[in-house]
């Protein structure tokens, strides 16, 4: 099965039933073509996200034309074959991709405009864990969310994925970090990656404890994937001028807060989501991680962080893993 003569048939994990996780249906397909401007990638791992939870249960907003079938919105691996019009991969490099779907399996398609060959000292494997969230944090917080050096930055979920890699991006970068998470072992994995504060949000008040440890003045910029009661309380725990972006409904997509704070405090309420975008607005981002983010993994100053590597046929014991919200870093599957 060398490079560049990719086999007949593939195992993939297909969602097309939709339901729970155990709905989810291991099965044989061709291996696909690629279009012009597509490239093959013999996978090596595909990342779990929360929004293939999401979308495996009928619940994600996804974009118009979406087939709820074979979910995976990144992997890592070798380029396969490549369609017409591609000149910056050929068989054999080894990449990591974003992609609409098609990630739960052994080949899976990507446009080229979309991928990033894995960076020098990353394992092939965990570079599955890296597309999704480096997108998602740099286009948030730090295009949408314009995080500088020396501003106090607060992440949700400090020891999800997303929270992982916002910690140590805004770290680098000169911010002073404050994650919340919800033991005390994943709020001391969010020092150990660069956080200056760790708040366990099980038996502390966030907004409090950012209150106090910052003089009462709050943070002036918060990353949020809740929702729900929590817009009002990131409210409240942000600095005057002070920005809120979401990225998640997880508490749902309703709340009642006070507007007056909004407008004497000139506070900035956004959100955005990584899915919907154009390829060419993907593809703007992609070019930033080439150029800002990716010699910091070559350098040391940043890593992939791997809680577990499962096989692809365990697709519905990793979604139960991600359910029970136990892991730090990111879930793999390996075909």
């Given at each position: 099965?060398?490079?560049?003569?990719?086999?007949?048939?593939?195992?993939?994990?297909?969602?097309?039933?939709?339901?729970?996780?155990?709905?989810?249906?291991?099965?044989?397909?061709?291996?696909?073509?690629?279009?012009?401007?597509?490239?093959?990638?013999?996978?090596?791992?595909?990342?779990?996200?929360?929004?293939?939870?999401?979308?495996?249960?009928?619940?994600?907003?996804?974009?118009?034309?979406?087939?709820?079938?074979?979910?995976?919105?990144?992997?890592?691996?070798?380029?396969?074959?490549?369609?017409?019009?591609?000149?910056?991969?050929?068989?054999?490099?080894?990449?990591?991709?974003?992609?609409?779907?098609?990630?739960?399996?052994?080949?899976?398609?990507?446009?080229?405009?979309?991928?990033?060959?894995?960076?020098?000292?990353?394992?092939?494997?965990?570079?599955?864990?890296?597309?999704?969230?480096?997108?998602?944090?740099?286009?948030?917080?730090?295009?949408?969310?314009?995080?500088?050096?020396?501003?106090?930055?607060?992440?949700?979920?400090?020891?999800?994925?997303?929270?992982?890699?916002?910690?140590?991006?805004?770290?680098?970068?000169?911010?002073?970090?404050?994650?919340?998470?919800?033991?005390?072992?994943?709020?001391?994995?969010?020092?150990?990656?660069?956080?200056?504060?760790?708040?366990?949000?099980?038996?502390?008040?966030?907004?409090?404890?950012?209150?106090?440890?910052?003089?009462g003045a709050g943070v002036?910029?918060?990353?949020?994937?809740?929702?729900?009661?929590y817009l009002r309380r990131?409210?409240?725990?942000?600095?005057?001028?002070?920005?809120?972006?979401?990225?998640?409904?997880?508490?749902?997509?309703?709340?009642?807060?006070?507007?007056?704070?909004?407008?004497?405090?000139?506070?900035?309420?956004?959100?955005?989501?990584?899915?919907?975008?154009?390829p060419a607005q993907k593809?703007?981002?992609?070019?930033?991680?080439?150029?800002?983010?990716?010699?910091?993994?070559?350098?040391?100053?940043?890593?992939?962080?791997?809680?577990?590597?499962?096989?692809?046929?365990?697709?519905?014991?990793?979604?139960?893993?991600?359910?029970?919200?136990?892991?730090?870093?990111?879930?793999?599957?390996?075909?």
């Amino acid at each position: 099965m060398a490079e560049g003569n990719p086999a007949t048939m593939m195992t993939v994990v297909s969602a097309r039933v939709g339901g729970a996780a155990e709905s989810m249906i291991v099965e044989q397909r061709p291996v696909p073509r690629p279009a012009p401007d597509q490239v093959l990638i013999r996978v090596a791992a595909a990342g779990i996200n929360r929004g293939d939870l999401l979308q495996r249960a009928r619940t994600y907003p996804a974009p118009a034309g979406t087939a709820f079938d074979v979910l995976g919105l990144e992997v890592s691996g070798t380029i396969a074959a490549v369609g017409a019009g591609v000149t910056r991969f050929a068989p054999g490099d080894r990449v990591c991709a974003l992609m609409k779907d098609g990630g739960y399996a052994q080949y899976a398609l990507a446009d080229e405009s979309l991928v990033l060959r894995v960076p020098r000292g990353v394992d092939l494997v965990d570079a599955a864990a890296l597309p999704e969230t480096y997108f998602t944090v740099w286009a948030n917080v730090f295009d949408r969310g314009g995080l500088m050096p020396g501003q106090r930055f607060l992440v949700h979920g400090g020891s999800s994925g997303i929270g992982v890699t916002a910690i140590q991006l805004a770290a680098h970068f000169g911010a002073e970090v404050f994650a919340t998470a919800g033991s005390a072992e994943k709020c001391a994995a969010c020092q150990a990656l660069g956080a200056r504060h760790a708040i366990n949000y099980r038996d502390t008040d966030f907004v409090r404890a950012v209150r106090d440890m910052t003089a009462g003045a709050g943070v002036d910029l918060i990353l949020d994937m809740v929702a729900g009661s929590y817009l009002r309380r990131n409210l409240e725990a942000l600095a005057i001028e002070g920005t809120v972006i979401m990225i998640g409904l997880l508490e749902g997509v309703e709340t009642d807060f006070n507007i007056v704070p909004l407008l004497t405090r000139r506070l900035t309420i956004t959100g955005s989501t990584l899915w919907a975008r154009s390829p060419a607005q993907k593809a703007a981002i992609r070019e930033a991680l080439e150029q800002k983010v990716w010699p910091l993994f070559e350098a040391g100053a940043v890593r992939p962080v791997v809680d577990q590597v499962l096989p692809l046929d365990q697709a519905a014991a990793a979604h139960r893993l991600m359910d029970q919200n136990r892991h730090i870093g990111k879930i793999l599957l390996r075909p």
